[in-house]
């Protein structure tokens, strides 16, 4: 994973919890890296779902939770970091929907070994919005914290149903309230 997620991820901590939580959650973990990342680095998944479990152990909160919190935030970080993807984007669906085939490319352009997740998405007749995610990687949660970190910053009105497909994929439906 790119070393800007676990920066992220620390900054998160630490702003909503403390730098003590930080070192806590470093030393109950055992990370191989030690917790040192920089943001251009490639880490072990892995890593951030020890980290991850040592917070949850920490604080009492569901991993899930945790992850889907995470995610949220850190789609305000990217906004951001990088807010040329977000120009000329007045709906979350407009947004997501660039996720594939713009986003995840300019980020291949700079991170050539970026293993990224894809998703697959359609516009339905009702005006749902399906997205399909598939990744190596069991962090669904996070998905699901970034579209509603993305729901949220275009103050759209959609509810996201989740489904785990047969194939390893989960289905995102987001229904417009």
Known sequence: MLGIVFSEFIEMVESTFSMDMVDDIIDAAEIESGGSYTSVGYY????????VTALSEKTGTPVPDLIHAFGNYLFSRFIERYPVFFEGVEHSID??????????????????????????????????????????????DLAQ????????????TYTISRTNQDDGSVRFLL???
């Open 175 to 177: 229904i417009p309230q």
């Open 95 to 140: 947004f997501l929907e660039t996720i594939e085939n713009h986003i995840h490319v300019e980020v291949k352009k700079l991170y050539p070994e970026a293993e990224l997740p894809t998703f697959e998405c359609r516009r339905m007749d009702d005006g749902s919005f399906e997205m399909i995610y598939r990744s190596s990687r069991p962090l669904a």
């Open 145 to 156: 914290g970034l579209m509603n970190g993305c729901i949220e910053h275009y103050q759209d």
């Open 44 to 51: 072990s998944h892995v890593e951030i779902l020890k980290l």
